[in-house]
């Protein structure tokens, strides 16, 4: 009886061992996939860590630029979210756009001259519904039809048609040009340091480094219009200033190379690196005013030059004072911080400077060089 006994435990733990180890094996996976699960949200919530914005404590010593800034940078983020960042709300969010905006601003005014310049350019674009271009209309409307081409800018300009008349042609567009691309270059450059130099200390060096060649390229294109147009009939004036700027630029930039110029506490060398750039044109300035001195058009060009000098230069006194910011720490994170003014007056002296650019532009086309 006994041995039956045991023979029927045996069997019985026989026929339960297959659903012990069933059991078993539901728990391990069940087990594995809350263990599974609790990694997956362990992950996501250390890139929510990762990639969230941080105070200026927490940065790296790198990135360590304004002390009066005190919250929502991105710090060392990958290239893919650094770059969708330019949708989201940072400290730099504004400082990105108004140049990435004012780089589309030059890019449709450089379109539009174009057409005008250059009839295949007007028939090509005249296919294409960019906005930029509506934009490019209403910044300089007085001028003429975007897309009408050389034909309306004949009409638009006196002094073509009076030159067209006379059988010459228009004087060269190249200084003109050379300018409009600079002030993209030097938007565009700025827009990708602000945007992309959180990623790393390599990379940030590298776009700081590709920020100040922006801005040095922009202050030597902006000599181009007015002194190769005012000085075209002396070409050895025009040759010796355009070379002096030329060499001015090459020796900032390559002083800028320097990394130790790239640490913050050299901000202020920076900027007087290029102050001193910016004016240096005062002595072709003194000069082309007592060669035009009696030009009729000259106080409008004074008057462009001079809210370019002062757009320049307060915008300068804000990046290098950091007001408001330094007033009320934490206030201006997101809007109205000193360099997003820096950025606006950057932008209102270009312009100007383009204003001053077509006057210089048409009065040559007007006037001609006077026979040797």
Same mark, same amino acid.
């Given at each position: 009886?006994?041995?039956?006994?045991?023979?029927?435990?045996?069997? @019985?733990?026989?026929?339960?061992?297959?659903?012990?180890?069933?059991?078993?094996?539901?728990?391990?996976?069940?087990?594995?996939?809350?263990?599974?699960?609790?990694?997956?949200?362990?992950?996501?919530?250390?890139?929510?860590?990762?990639?969230?914005? !941080?105070?200026?404590?927490?940065?790296?010593?790198?990135?360590?630029?304004?002390?009066?800034?005190?919250?929502?940078?991105?710090?060392?983020?990958?290239?893919? =979210?650094?770059?969708?960042?330019?949708?989201?709300?940072?400290?730099?969010?504004?400082?990105?756009?108004? /140049?990435?905006?004012?780089?589309?601003?030059?890019?449709?005014?450089?379109?539009? /001259?174009?057409?005008?310049?250059?009839?295949?350019?007007?028939?090509?674009?005249?296919?294409?519904?960019?906005?930029?271009?509506?934009?490019?209309?209403? !910044?300089? +409307?007085?001028?003429?039809?975007?897309? +009408?081409?050389?034909? +309306?800018?004949?009409?638009?300009?006196?002094?073509?048609?009076?030159?067209?008349?006379?059988?010459?042609?228009?004087?060269?567009?190249?200084?003109?040009?050379?300018?409009?691309?600079?002030?993209?270059?030097?938007?565009?450059?700025?827009?990708?340091?602000?945007?992309?130099?959180?990623?790393?200390?390599?990379?940030?060096?590298?776009?700081?480094?590709?920020?100040?060649?922006?801005?040095?390229?922009?202050?030597?294109?902006?000599?181009?219009?007015?002194?190769?147009?005012?000085?075209?009939?002396?070409?050895?004036?025009?040759?010796?200033?355009?070379?002096?700027?030329?060499?001015?630029?090459?020796?900032?930039?390559?002083?800028?190379?320097?990394?130790? @110029?790239?640490?913050?506490?050299?901000?202020? =060398?920076?900027?007087?690196?290029?102050?001193?750039?910016? @004016? +240096?044109?005062?002595?072709?300035?003194?000069?082309?005013?007592?060669?035009?001195?009696?030009?009729?058009?000259?106080?409008?060009?004074?008057?462009?030059?001079?809210?370019?000098?002062?757009?320049?230069?307060?915008?300068?006194?804000?990046?290098?004072?950091?007001?408001?910011?330094?007033?009320?720490?934490?206030?201006?994170?997101?809007?109205?911080?000193?360099?997003?003014?820096? =950025?606006?007056? !950057?932008?209102?002296?270009?312009?100007?400077?383009?204003?001053?650019?077509?006057?210089? @532009?048409? !009065?040559?086309?007007?006037?001609?060089?006077?026979?040797?």
């Amino acid at each position: 009886m006994d041995q039956e006994s045991s023979m029927g435990a045996g069997h @019985l733990q026989e026929e339960e061992a297959p659903a012990a180890m069933a059991k078993s094996t539901k728990r391990r996976g069940k087990q594995q996939r809350r263990e599974g699960g609790g990694a997956r949200k362990r992950r996501q919530q250390q890139e929510q860590q990762e990639y969230r914005l !941080v105070s200026y404590e927490e940065l790296p010593e790198y990135m360590k630029e304004n002390e009066f800034i005190l919250n929502h940078y991105r710090s060392e983020w990958p290239l893919l =979210h650094a770059f969708l960042s330019v949708f989201s709300w940072h400290n730099e969010t504004i400082n990105i756009w108004t /140049h990435l905006l004012g780089f589309f601003l030059f890019l449709g005014l450089t379109l539009w /001259h174009l057409a005008q310049y250059f009839p295949q350019v007007a028939h090509l674009i005249g296919h294409l519904s960019w906005p930029i271009s509506k934009v490019a209309e209403n !910044v300089s +409307s007085n001028i003429g039809d975007v897309l +009408s081409g050389a034909a +309306s800018f004949m009409q638009a300009s006196p002094g073509l048609a009076m030159a067209a008349a006379a059988g010459a042609g228009p004087t060269t567009r190249w200084p003109f040009f050379v300018f409009l691309a600079g002030a993209m270059f030097c938007l565009m450059s700025s827009c990708a340091c602000h945007l992309l130099s959180c990623h790393s200390h390599r990379l940030n060096l590298f776009l700081i480094r590709l920020d100040y060649t922006g801005i040095a390229v922009m202050i030597v294109v902006s000599f181009f219009p007015p002194i190769y147009y005012i000085f075209q009939c002396e070409p050895r004036w025009q040759l010796a200033y355009l070379s002096a700027i030329s060499l001015a630029g090459a020796a900032t930039v390559y002083a800028l190379m320097s990394p130790r @110029l790239s640490d913050a506490k050299y901000r202020a =060398h920076r900027a007087l690196l290029f102050v001193g750039m910016g @004016l +240096s044109g005062v002595v072709p300035a003194v000069h082309a005013a007592a060669v035009n001195w009696h030009e009729p058009r000259r106080n409008v060009t004074l008057a462009y030059e001079g809210a370019m000098a002062a757009s320049y230069l307060v915008g300068t006194a804000f990046y290098l004072t950091r007001v408001p910011e330094r007033w009320r720490p934490g206030m201006f994170d997101l809007c109205g911080q000193s360099h997003q003014i820096f =950025h606006l007056l !950057v932008i209102a002296g270009a312009l100007a400077h383009y204003g001053a650019a077509i006057v210089f @532009l048409r !009065v040559r086309d007007e006037m001609g060089c006077p026979a040797n």
